[in-house]
């Protein structure tokens, strides 16, 4: 875990862990191309806001003096949890690090200094006791001058946004003064994201994930400004949550009962976590495949499989043909959507395989009453019908992969659907979107893919709105972001490569190219990126440098 620490403790520290990659000599920085940077050169904000203006002249802060204040006039005050928790936590960021016996130095260290950050919330409603949603206002805008720097937001999720870009521009000069630089004047402008749903997907059923990797990726999360948390909390290997209506699927379904599961407890510190770091849980129940451990412990959910005509003892998919199925859909989504208090469900739908319903000849005479003749996709488009029901009964919306899409099963016009296929990814864009449907588009970056080489240029390149109809539906942008140890034996890459495979890509796609943030950028070479400034409109930032500090 020490190097996820590294990466936890240096992620709002940006600029050090760059410039530690870089040759210096006589106090100046050099890139690897032999030019001498600029003072400039270090905004590296990240990702990058929508619009910067800045000069070259370094403010001081010092621990002793500094402090985050609730602006006059603000709608959120000290009763605020979510921003008293994040003062205390930027507060950590920016000085957690630093010698004590510096304060002296400080002190006798010329220049200005920045006293106060103001915060000022400007709705009546500041949202401090809520939860984001994808209709969360993140904009923000912030000026650092000395004495005082101010940080407005109409609500408390921008606050939180502005926070993080306030803190990456504070770093450890040469003599161990924390300063600010290139902040004269320094002025974000209205700042916010491109789109609304800028998530990462971990699976914690392959491969069990404990607590505190969770959190450790929450945590870099929100440094990367990202805002969604996609649990894909249930899969064939294992149900690792502990249901209070079903406790025989985690007690029968999970690798270990006590050890590689999720309570109730376990829960609700990860939504809370998330929480107040402005990060939804969407949490995913895949079915009606992918399901092989619900089976261990709800007697009769799966489809017996036969051969010939006997029983093989082998089961597949939920069985769609019982009303014992659709009653225990009931019981089981209606404790979900008490649970995770987020406005939508993921309810997968893909990859589902046929072969075990078609050996079933309770199945097959199913689908003779149903008129479906031999259309096994009829069937399923029969189960999810069911189940979608089943779910808007309990005020919740639901997310679905494209298969449900692709099978024509009748969807409410708020369903969000997945694209994860990339095959003919365009033409499944313009028909989700055509249809009306507000898309998530996954497939250009499944990160357990893991490449030799500087794979990161790819997820630079995709430009996700080039489709057609592009002008006319609103796209909202998803990065699927699996750990590496998904495609490898259980246990065998320690967990601290989990965060580092997985944040030296993620951060990738929401850094200076601004795909989740703001807007494109062109790759400088295909040789890789050097050092680039603010207000370069050449190239992206350096990753590789990134990269190499963290392995």
């Given at each position: 875990m020490a190097a996820m620490g590294a990466l936890l403790k240096f992620g709002a520290l940006l600029l050090a862990a760059v410039a530690a990659c870089v040759a210096w000599e006589d106090g100046d920085v050099w890139d690897y191309d032999g030019h001498k940077l600029k003072d400039s050169d270090f905004l590296a904000l990240w990702p990058l806001p929508q619009k910067v203006q800045s000069?070259?002249?370094?403010?001081?802060?010092?621990?002793?003096?500094?402090?985050?204040?609730?602006?006059?006039?603000?709608?959120?005050?000290?009763?605020?949890?979510?921003?008293?928790?994040?003062?205390r936590r930027y507060f950590d960021y920016i000085f957690g690090f630093t010698k004590k016996?510096?304060?002296?130095?400080?002190?006798?260290?010329?220049?200005?200094?920045?006293?106060?950050?103001?915060?000022?919330?400007?709705?009546?409603?500041?949202?401090?006791?809520?939860?984001?949603?994808?209709?969360?206002?993140?904009?923000?805008?912030?000026?650092v001058?000395?004495?005082?720097?101010?940080?407005?937001?109409?609500?408390?999720?921008?606050?939180?946004?502005?926070?993080?870009?306030?803190?990456?521009?504070?770093?450890?000069?040469a003599y161990d003064v924390i300063a600010m630089t290139n902040v004269l004047n320094f002025s974000v402008f209205p700042d916010f994201p491109r789109f609304a749903h800028r998530g990462v997907l971990l699976d914690s059923s392959r491969h069990y994930l404990p607590l505190k990797v969770i959190l450790a990726n929450l945590e870099a999360m929100a440094m990367n400004k990202y805002n969604v948390f996609h649990w894909h909390i249930s899969d064939d290997q294992s149900f690792p949550y502990v249901s209070r209506m079903f406790p025989d699927l985690s007690q029968k379904g999970s690798y270990h009962p006590y050890t590689h599961v999720y309570t109730p407890a376990d829960v609700k510190m990860v939504i809370e976590f998330a929480r107040m770091r402005g990060i939804r849980v969407i949490a995913e129940f895949d079915t009606p495949g992918h399901t092989q451990s619900w089976g261990f412990g709800q007697k009769d959910l799966l489809t017996p499989c036969y051969t010939g005509s006997s029983p093989s003892g082998t089961y597949g998919p939920v069985n769609p043909i019982l009303n014992t199925t659709y009653d225990f859909?009931?019981?089981?989504?209606?404790?979900?959507?008490?649970?995770?208090?987020?406005?939508?469900?993921?309810?997968?739908?893909?990859?589902?395989?046929?072969?075990?319903?078609?050996?079933n000849p309770d199945i097959q005479k199913f689908m003779d009453q149903q008129g479906f003749g031999k259309d096994y996709s009829k069937l399923e488009s029969f189960y999810i019908q069911r189940l979608l029901d089943i779910v808007s009964s309990t005020d919740k919306g639901y997310m679905v992969w494209q298969e449900v899409f692709d099978n024509g099963v009748k969807l409410n016009q708020?369903?969000?659907?997945?694209?994860?296929?990339?095959?003919?990814?365009?033409?499944?864009?313009?028909?989700?979107?055509?249809?009306?449907?507000?898309?998530?588009?996954?497939?250009?970056?499944?990160l357990d893919y893991i490449s030799y080489g500087q794979d990161w240029q790819n997820y630079y390149k995709v430009e996700p709105l080039t489709f057609k109809g592009t002008q006319d539906w609103l796209v909202y942008l998803?990065?699927?972001?699996?750990?590496?140890?998904?495609?490898?034996?259980?246990?065998?890459?320690?967990?601290?490569?989990?965060?580092?495979?997985?944040?030296t890509r993620a951060s990738a796609k929401?850094?200076?190219?601004?795909?989740?943030?703001?807007?494109?950028?062109?790759?400088?070479?295909?040789?890789g990126p050097r050092s680039l400034s603010v207000g370069?409109?050449?190239?992206?930032?350096?990753?590789?440098?990134?990269?190499?500090?963290?392995s």
């Open positions: 000069s070259a002249v370094s403010f001081q802060l010092s621990a002793s003096r500094f402090q985050f204040t609730h602006a006059e006039g603000s709608s959120a005050g000290s009763d605020c949890s979510i921003l008293q928790n994040a003062f016996d510096r304060d002296q130095r400080r002190r006798n260290a010329a220049g200005s200094e920045v006293l106060e950050l103001q915060v000022a919330i400007t709705s009546p409603d500041a949202e401090c006791d809520g939860f984001p949603s994808l209709t969360s206002d993140e904009s923000y805008e912030l000026s001058d000395q004495p005082s720097a101010v940080l407005k937001a109409p609500k408390v999720w921008g606050a939180l946004r502005g926070l993080e870009t306030f803190s990456q521009l504070v770093y450890e000069d859909m009931a019981g089981f989504f209606k404790e979900i959507s008490t649970v995770f208090p987020d406005a939508y469900v993921h309810l997968g739908g893909d990859e589902v395989d046929f072969s075990c319903w078609k050996s708020k369903t969000v659907v997945e694209v994860w296929k990339s095959s003919e990814l365009e033409e499944e864009l313009y028909n989700v979107t055509g249809a009306g449907y507000t898309t998530i588009l996954s497939a250009p970056w499944y998803f990065i699927y972001g699996l750990l590496v140890t998904l495609s490898v034996s259980r246990g065998t890459v320690p967990l601290s490569n989990d965060c580092k495979s997985l944040w929401c850094s200076k190219c601004k795909l989740l943030w703001a807007v494109f950028c062109v790759l400088p070479s295909e040789t370069s409109s050449s190239g992206c930032p350096g990753l590789e440098l990134f990269s190499v500090c963290l």
